[in-house]
């Protein structure tokens, strides 16, 4: 649960009840032993998170030895609550997540740094477009987020004090991603947001929003926030880390391995090993959304230099429990497992 975000005592049980009915709960230390690894996906269908289906669906994961359930959750916070309530042994999620847990008494670590920029792009709808032009024009807006206390309402807000707009001058709605979030744009329900290809893709093909934002690439990423921003990772326990060093090193060497071969394969060629249901707006706008996001990967899993800094000096630009508190940036990140992957 998220100092930004007040989750109700309801939300988080549903959220609990469907992890356990999916992931079938248990002793998380006693998995990954066997090879047996659960992994929470906040959005198994965003292409910011694409490396972990496509772990799946080039047998790289069984190639290790490894026995890995991906499950998802429509929102990072979603997968989060996973982790720590130990459903999951992993997420596949943004980074800053486990600076915000830190500073709750909780160490999460990334041990592979799947990407170097948030892959998030803040759109408007065509029909406010007149009225923003920018993240000054956030007040009095309501704008949508995959889920509250999400890394896209992260990244919101911090735009906003940016640009000079206070955290309690906009509306933040929890709408997700996909067709959720796009009905919400049509219906005018929400003014613009924040969300993540194939979304984007289909979004400007329908000619229904426009990009304010573009934090897809490294240089987007600069520009919108001042540096790299590591965000997709797989981040785990660090106890748990710590005690299956054999399982993480696993785990690293098909991730590592992924990065190697979407780095040198075309969007097209990506797009054929993705579940066929993933291409929504039809196969050739997928490669499309797939193509327009792949800057943002890392080839190699290894943490971007100053890139945790950025982190955290967006984080602490509008969040209260952070603003305060001493983060030990170290114990957030490893490269010990990809270093080592080959």
Known sequence: MRSMARISAAAVAGALALTTLTACGGDSSAAGDNGKVKIMVGGLDKVIYLPAML???LGFFKAEGLDVQLLTEPAGVQ??????????????????????????GKIIESVVQLAQAPGEVEVVSTKAAGDISSAKDFKGKKLGVTGLGSST??????????????????????????????????????????????????????GIGKVLYDMRTP??????????YP?????????????????????ANAFVKTLGWMSTHTPEEIAAKMPADYAQG???????????????????GVM?????????KVLKAFNPTLQHATVDLEKTYTSEFVKKAG
């Open 55 to 57: 772990t799946q669906q």
């Open 79 to 104: 997968a989060t609550t996973s982790l720590v309530s130990g459903d999951v042994q992993g997420v596949v999620g943004f980074y800053d997540h486990t600076l915000d847990l830190q500073v709750k």
């Open 153 to 206: 309402d992260f990244l919101t807000k911090y735009l906003a004090v940016k640009n000079g707009v206070d955290v309690s001058d906009f509306t933040p709605v929890a709408v997700g991603a996909g067709q959720t979030f796009i009905a919400a744009l049509q219906q005018g329900s929400i003014q613009g947001g924040m969300t993540t290809d194939p979304t984007v893709a289909q979004i400007l093909d329908k």
């Open 219 to 228: 240089e987007g990423s600069k520009a919108a926030l001042g540096g790299l």
């Open 231 to 251: 965000s997709s990772s797989l981040y785990m326990s660090t106890d748990w880390v710590n005690s299956h060093k054999a399982t993480v090193q696993k785990m």
């Open 282 to 300: 039809g196969k050739e706008l997928y490669a499309q959304s797939i193509k327009a996001t792949l800057p943002m990967f890392t080839k190699d």
């Open 304 to 312: 971007p230099a100053d890139g945790p800094q950025t982190v955290e």
